[in-house]
């Protein structure tokens, strides 16, 4: 079993860059695709990003491709999400979660563990 603690949001403003820290709990989590998600109010969550389980591979969402960067530290059980040129459109509840699909950018339903999330409300 993994637990996830998301942590580094707060009220950033626009233009300027942040970065979140996903920290990981427990057994097995170098076997886990990482996808990382937001959910703004009233919209439904949606995936930002991912890394794969040796940190090799990454996937972005169209929406932050360009201007994000994930990195993974298996030994330190961490995965760091940053995103630079912060808009308003990027506030939103961010949670990490673990995938044990194969795929990298599995479906929603098949993360298995989630974190509680962090809020970033970016302002203008």
């Known amino acids: 079993q993994v637990q996830l603690v998301e942590s580094g949001g707060g009220l950033v403003q626009a233009g300027t860059s942040m970065r979140l820290s996903c920290s990981a709990s427990?057994?097995?989590?170098?076997?886990?695709?990482i996808g990382w998600f937001r959910q703004a109010q009233g919209k439904e969550r949606e995936r930002v990003g991912a890394?794969?389980?040796?940190?090799?591979?990454?996937w972005y969402a169209d929406s932050v491709e360009g201007r994000s960067i994930i990195e993974r530290d298996n030994a330190k059980k961490l995965v760091y999400l940053q995103l630079n040129s912060l808009t308003t459109d990027d506030t939103g509840v961010y949670y990490c979660?673990?995938?044990?699909?194969?795929?990298?950018?599995?479906?929603?339903?098949?993360?298995?563990?989630w974190g509680q999330g962090t809020q970033v409300t970016v302002s203008s």
């Open positions: 979660a673990a995938a044990l699909s194969p795929s990298l950018v599995p479906h929603m339903s098949e993360y298995k563990y």
């Open positions: 427990g057994a097995g989590f170098s076997t886990y695709h």
């Open positions: 890394v794969s389980r040796s940190g090799g591979s990454t």
